[in-house]
């Protein structure tokens, strides 16, 4: 089917021209290579296309036949042509991001400035805290914090988060604030758990390296584990800045006086 199709538009050009010299000149080729060609499709059709003289080209009626089919085919592919060169240069088309519930938040407002700026995009939001197979779940573009697993995949640094320590000012009150990383030990802290169930420790940088103090670690869900802290209850880590709207209204505290020895 290739070589039929590179043979249709040296006939189409001859029998609209019926001239093998005006459709070379059109093509920019020799009017021998069209001629051979044309012999070639006709070959492979085992039907005459063209009667030839030395002065005059003439359309068979099989070939009057061919070429209104050939003019369908070659609009068709030309309208294909435009369609995908044309879609090419305007962003649209469905896009999935998967992120989780902590770095959703700050960026969903961004994501509809974007649609705004290009109404043919269709995003698909999923969030999870959940690691999942990106490729097997047809993610398109994924937001994580940590290094990438996968080599496969191309990852772009957007930041570096900062964790903050932070408790409910009523958790102060009533079991006092950590002067270092080792009093630790005597709170209730909750920390997100991996999958794997595994609880991801909480790390403070040393002058002698990176310190893991030892504590009491529950591990609820993410929204259940910020109202534990905001009521009161536990003492929690977050990444983000420390000026976030709950902490302005007091509601959460940054544990500014904690040291490490």
């Known amino acids: 089917m290739m070589s039929v199709f590179s043979r249709v538009e040296p006939f189409v050009h001859t029998a609209e021209k019926l001239s093998f010299r005006a459709a070379a000149s059109e093509l920019g080729v020799t009017p021998t290579a069209v001629s051979k060609a044309v012999a070639a499709l006709e ?29 369908e085919a070659l609009d068709r592919l030309r309208a294909g042509r435009d369609l995908v060169t ?12 998967s992120m989780s519930y902590v770095l959703g938040r700050p960026v969903v407002g961004a994501l509809h400035r974007l649609v705004g700026r290009y109404p ?6 999923a969030f999870s805290d959940v690691a999942t197979n990106l490729v097997e779940q047809d993610v398109d573009v ?6 990438l697993t ?29 002067r270092a990383s080792t009093d630790l030990a005597g709170h ?25 103090p030892p504590f009491v670690a529950e591990r609820p869900p993410g929204p259940r584990r910020r109202r534990r802290c905001t009521a009161g209850s536990r003492r929690c880590r977050r ?22 020895r």
């Not at 996968?150 to 409910?168: E, H, I, K, M, N």
Request: glycine share 8%; charged share 20%.
């Open 120 to 125: 043919r995009i269709q995003l698909h939001l």
């Open 239 to 260: 990444a983000g800045p420390p000026a976030s709207p709950r902490t302005l209204a007091s509601r959460m505290a940054p544990v500014t006086s904690l040291s490490l």
């Open 86 to 97: 044309h879609a090419s240069k305007v962003a649209q088309g469905r896009v999935k991001v």
């Open 43 to 71: 070959a492979e059709l085992g039907v005459r296309l063209l009667n030839r003289t030395s002065r005059h080209v003439a359309l068979t009626p099989e070939g009057e036949v061919y070429l209104r089919h050939c003019r």
């Open 188 to 212: 209730t802290c909750l920390q997100f758990a991996r999958p794997s169930g595994r609880v991801a420790g909480w790390r403070f940088a040393a002058p002698g390296g990176d310190e893991a």
């Open 150 to 178: 996968d080599s496969a995949l191309v990852a772009r640094r957007l930041g570096v988060p900062r964790w903050v320590t932070v408790a409910s000012p009523n958790y102060l009150a009533r079991s006092g604030e950590p």
């Open 142 to 147: 994924a937001l994580r914090v940590g290094a």
